[in-house]
C-alpha cells in the first residue's frame, strides 16, 4: 500500500449528504472478483446519462474540465453509507482520488478507506465550504488541511502514513493471539465445537 | 447478473481449498446469510461475529456482538482470527411501554432513524432495549437490529433473554446444553455515552418517501416543506404530498429486514381471501430453504398465490438491482427491504420501504395503505 504523503490537489465538490456506496458503485458495474477494472463504474449513476453507452454527464462534478484530476473529493454528512462493498474504495482509488473530506462517514466505508491508503478526513460542514473547489494541501503528519486541524484514530493515522499491512501488524502478536484462544477455548468450549465445523 | 458466475466458481473453489463450509445455491439449509445463521444456531449470545455484508448488525438480536466489514477486514480475520478495532462508544436506545396494534419493529427502526438521522448512530454500539423490545419476538428483533446500519451505528444488540435461549435450543450448530448465558445483560446503572428514549405508544406504521431510510415518515403524514430536492425529484413527490393513496407498480415483500416466517404470515393473514390489484406485480421471497419449507407446510405459498402474488426461490432477489432482473422501467415500488437509494432496485426505480404489513396491503389497494 503506497504511503500517504502530503497530498496538494484541488477539492471536487460533490455537495450531498448519505452518499452511499450503491452510487459510487452500484453492484452492476461490479463484474469482476478483483480490486481492478472498477474506475470506469465509479459514480456510474451520476457520472454518466447512459451508463450501458458511457456517455457523460457534462453536469458531474468529475466530467468538468477542472476537476477532472481531482484526487480529493468533498462531501456531506455520511459518506459511503450503504453496502460493506470494498469495491467502493477501489474504484474511488483507481480513478485516483487519494482522500475525501467529509462531515462524517459511514464505519464500514471509513475503514475500508484505511485499509486502502485513501485518507478520510472529518470537518465540520463549514471547512468543508471552504475547501470545495479550490486547491487544499493535506498534511497528515500533522493533521492538518490548508491549516485547519482534523482529528483521526492513532492506528489509522498510522496505517496510511507508513502504508502497512493491516495484517503484517497484528501477525506480530501471534502469540498473544493464541494464548488467549487457548484459554477462550476452556471457559467457551461451545464457540469452538467441533459439532460446529 | 454480470460476474455472478466467476464470484459463485470462485467461491466454490476458495471454500473448498480453506475447508470452509459453503451454504452452496442448492443447499438444504441455503438462504440469506442473516436468515440462515440464527436459523442454524450459528450465531450464539456473547460470541463476536463479522461478515463482508453491511447487514451482519441483525444478528445482534441474538445478543452477539456481530458486525459488518470490507473484504480487507474479513482477510485480516481469517488471517488473524482477529479484527483491529477502535472501541466505539455506547449507546442505548430504549422503547418504553407497548407498540399499538398493526405497528412493527420495522416501523420502530424506522422512527429512529427518521428522528435521528442516517448517520445518527456514528462511532457506536446501540443497545435496543426497554419493555417494548422485551416484547417482541425473536424474529422481529432481527428486524430491528438489522438496521442499525441504516443508522450508521457499529451494530445492534439486544441482551439475550429466556425468547433467545427457547429460540437457540436444538438448533444445529447450538451447543448441547445451552451454556448459562442469563449474565449476558447490561448492569444496572451502566453508562452508555448516549441515550436515546422513544415512546413505543406513539410509533406508527412508517413509510420512506426519499432516497435515505431516514426520509421516512408515519403512514398518516406528509412529506416535509423543506424536503431535499434531489430526493423529491428522484421520487416524483412534492413537499407537502401525502403518501397514503399513492399508486404502486410492484410490491416486494423479502430481504434480511423481513423474509422470515413470521414476517410471511403476518403478510399473507391480510392478503389472505383477497387479490391484488390488477395493475401491481407482487413478490414474495422467503428468506431460506427453510422459511420457504415452512411456509409451504401451513400453506402461506398458497395464500400468496391465490392472491395473485409469485412465490420465488430463496434469496436476496429484488432487494438490490446487479444487472440482471428488474422491474419494469420506472416502477414505484413498495418494498418490505432496507434501503430505498437512488437506483437500489434498479435505475429509476422509486422504492418505498415499509413493513410486510404496509406492502401486503398496499399490493390489495394497488396504493401506499396502512394495513
Known sequence: MTPFAILTSIVAPLPRDNVDTDSIIPSREMRSTGKTGLADGLFAPWRYTDATARTENPDFVLNQPEYRGAQILASGANFGCGSSREHAVWALAEYGIRCIVAESFAPIFYNNCVRNGLAPLVLPRSVIGTLAGGTATVDLARQTVNGYHFSMDADAKMMLLEGVDAIDLTLKYRHAITDWQTKDRATRPWIYLEKRT | ?371
Not at chain 2, 78 to 89: E, I, N
Not at chain 2, 135 to 143: G, I, K, N, V
Not at chain 2, 300 to 318: H, N, V
Open chain 2, 1 to 371: 447478473m454480470p460476474g455472478g458466475d466467476a464470484f459463485i466458481t470462485e467461491t466454490r473453489a476458495a471454500c473448498m481449498a480453506a475447508g470452509i463450509t459453503l451454504f452452496d445455491v442448492n443447499d438444504f439449509d441455503q438462504g440469506i446469510t442473516h436468515v440462515i445463521s440464527p436459523e442454524l444456531g450459528i450465531v450464539l449470545p456473547g460470541c463476536t461475529l463479522i461478515a463482508p455484508d453491511s447487514h451482519t448488525c441483525t444478528q445482534g438480536a441474538l445478543g452477539a456482538l456481530a458486525w459488518g466489514i470490507g473484504s480487507s477486514e474479513a482477510e485480516h480475520a481469517m488471517a488473524t482470527g482477529t479484527l483491529r478495532v477502535a472501541k466505539p462508544k455506547t449507546m442505548r436506545v430504549v422503547y418504553d411501554g407497548h407498540l399499538r396494534a398493526g405497528v412493527t419493529a420495522k416501523d420502530m427502526i424506522l422512527r429512529l432513524i427518521a428522528d435521528h438521522k442516517s448517520g445518527g448512530g456514528q462511532g457506536h454500539i446501540v443497545e435496543f432495549a426497554g419493555d417494548a423490545v422485551r416484547a417482541l419476538d425473536m424474529e422481529a428483533r432481527m428486524t430491528l437490529c438489522n438496521m442499525a446500519t441504516e443508522f450508521s451505528a457499529m451494530s445492534g444488540i439486544i441482551a439475550p433473554d429466556d425468547k433467545s435461549f427457547e429460540y437457540l435450543r436444538g438448533r444445529r450448530f447450538a451447543p448441547d446444553p445451552l451454556p448459562d448465558w442469563a449474565d449476558l445483560a447490561t448492569d444496572d446503572g451502566a453508562f452508555f455515552d448516549r441515550q436515546i428514549r422513544i415512546d413505543a405508544n406513539s410509533i406508527e406504521p412508517m413509510v420512506s418517501w426519499g432516497t435515505s431510510p431516514e426520509q421516512s415518515i408515519a403512514i398518516s403524514g406528509t412529506v416535509p416543506r423543506n424536503a431535499d430536492a434531489n430526493a423529491l425529484a428522484y421520487m416524483g413527490l412534492a413537499a407537502g404530498q401525502r403518501l397514503a393513496n399513492l399508486p404502486v407498480d410492484v410490491a416486494f415483500i423479502g430481504s434480511c429486514t423481513n423474509s422470515r416466517l413470521s414476517d410471511l404470515r403476518r403478510a399473507a393473514a391480510l392478503v389472505e381471501g383477497k387479490y391484488k390489484a390488477a395493475n401491481v406485480l407482487a413478490l414474495v421471497v422467503p428468506g431460506s430453504s427453510a422459511v420457504k419449507r415452512a411456509a409451504e407446510a401451513e400453506g402461506l405459498d398458497r395464500i400468496f398465490t391465490d392472491a395473485g402474488f409469485e412465490w420465488r426461490e430463496s434469496g436476496c432477489s429484488l432487494c438490490f438491482y446487479s444487472g440482471g432482473e428488474s422491474f419494469p422501467q420506472g416502477s414505484r415500488v413498495i418494498s418490505s427491504t432496507n434501503r430505498n437509494f437512488e437506483g437500489r432496485q434498479g435505475p429509476g426505480i422509486r422504492t418505498h420501504i415499509a413493513s410486510p404489513e404496509i406492502v401486503a396491503a398496499s399490493a390489495i389497494a394497488g396504493r401506499i395503505t396502512a394495513p
